[in-house]
């Protein structure tokens, strides 16, 4: 397993992008190897699974609460008891990715699960939206002194203050919290980026991200030049193979377009630049200056019709041009002459 101290996540490095695999292997251990490989050559830092039995997660119990009965959501007419990926897949999974130069962690649901992943030794953990107000389980995750990354969905500045403390008080020494609307998909009009900022502003001791459920790549791109130094996207191999969060989750090659133009974000922010760069050197000869453009004889008044402002740009500023009309020349100046003050009696 790569080590935390290894992780390269801060708020000045490129853009951490994760790929969520989520229920999207449809109980195959097969296409949950060949998601992994997918997401190594579309560029992503990590992959991330997720981590629970069933029994810890709710109880076998149909009826009521426990079936998902919203008619618009992705697992309508399933029990949460049916959400479940298999333990002995883990460690495999871990070192295939590791093998293709991924970062393998994954969201523990329960004490229990940080566990068995303490014996796999990941180097980070995730706290899903879901499970940010299980006090008991963020204690358990910080205490292992491991970097965690906190999705805020569906929760008050209240609630997210209250669980980053617990965190902090418990020993976690690195914490990124992720913008989330917790909707599958999500919208544009919902996601509320704004938030970075204001999160950056209100935790100074922690980074800042996106977990985003958008379809597409615009979202994620607008987040880093707010500041998001995490990304984290749900994938798989095709939307059309079906799976728990396929309909949400970014395909191989959309994956890569995200990657590439990420980078470019975020480069592109930069730092504060008040003056003229090197690169921009050579353009300056295209900026506006002043110009003789009629011959102009020794003693002669300078007027609009003998002096303009025009490309090229070396001749005088043209902050000077309405103090110079008026003025003579102390010398004969041929038309096309960049302008000078010096040619002033």
Known sequence: MEKASQLNISSTSRPFIIAEMSGNHN??????????????????????????????????????FFDITDEKSLWAGRNLYDLYTPWEWHKPLFEYANK?????FSSPFDETAVDFLESLNVPLYKVA?????????????????????????????QDISESVEVLMENGCEKLILLKCTSTYPSTSENTNLATIPYLKEKFPNCLIGL???????????????????VIEKHFTLRRSDGGVDSAFSMEPEEMKVLVDESEKAWLAIGKVQLEVQQVEQKSLLFKRSI??????????????????????????????????????????LEKGTPFSIKYIQ
Do not use: W
């Not at 579309?42 to 149909?62: C, W």
């Open 27 to 64: 109980q195959s251990l097969d296409r949950a190897m060949e998601i992994i490989k997918a997401a190594a050559e579309s560029g992503v830092n990590a992959i991330k699974l997720q981590t629970y039995t069933a029994d810890t997660l709710t109880i076998n119990h149909k009826g009521g």
């Open 291 to 332: 110009y003789v453009v009629k011959d102009i004889n020794e003693g002669e008044l300078l007027t609009e019709e003998n002096i303009r402002v025009i490309r090229p740009g070396n001749g005088e500023h043209p902050r000077y041009f309405e103090s110079l009309i008026g003025k003579k020349v102390k010398k004969k």
């Open 100 to 104: 293709l130069g991924l970062v393998a």
């Open 129 to 157: 939206s879901f499970e940010n107000n299980h006090h008991p389980l963020l204690k358990k995750i910080a205490r292992t002194g491991k970097p965690i990354i906190m999705s805020t969905g569906i929760s008050s500045i």
């Open 211 to 229: 977990s985003d459920h958008t379809m597409g790549v615009g979202v994620s791109i607008a987040a880093i030049g707010m500041g998001a130094c």
